[in-house]
């Protein structure tokens, strides 16, 4: 089972970024996901969920209308669309699932948001 973000980098404020996140090792189209941050001296924090459908997203409150979560079960990834950016978004951004109680971490991917 292996979760593999991309798409981080360098982006100055107002900008945007897609992460992606591949997911292998399980049958992705049956199970929920959710993107989690972690800012420097911060605690993770979760960002966003989708149900296994993708038709179902939830989002923190202090991001909802600038992020977006989508899924495509077919390429077994899941997006992360960030728009307006801030310098507080900068932080690590992973992806995870949890099937039948087994937690998965993707490695991460840095987000810096810096003019």
């Known amino acids: 089972v292996q979760l593999v973000e991309s798409g981080g980098g360098l982006v100055q404020p107002g900008g945007s970024l897609r992460l992606s996140c591949a997911a292998s090792?399980?049958?992705?189209?049956?199970?929920?996901m959710r993107w989690y941050r972690q800012a420097p001296g911060k605690e993770r924090e979760w960002v966003a969920h989708?149900?296994?459908?993708?038709?179902?997203?939830n989002y923190a409150d202090s991001l909802k209308g600038r992020f977006t979560i989508s899924r495509d079960n077919a390429k077994k990834t899941v997006y992360l669309q960030m728009n307006s950016l801030k310098f507080e978004d900068t932080a690590v951004y992973y992806c995870y699932t949890v099937r039948d109680g087994l937690e998965t971490w993707g490695q991460g991917t840095q987000v810096t948001v810096s003019s």
């Open positions: 989708i149900n296994s459908a993708g038709g179902s997203t």
């Open positions: 090792g399980f049958t992705f189209s049956s199970y929920a």
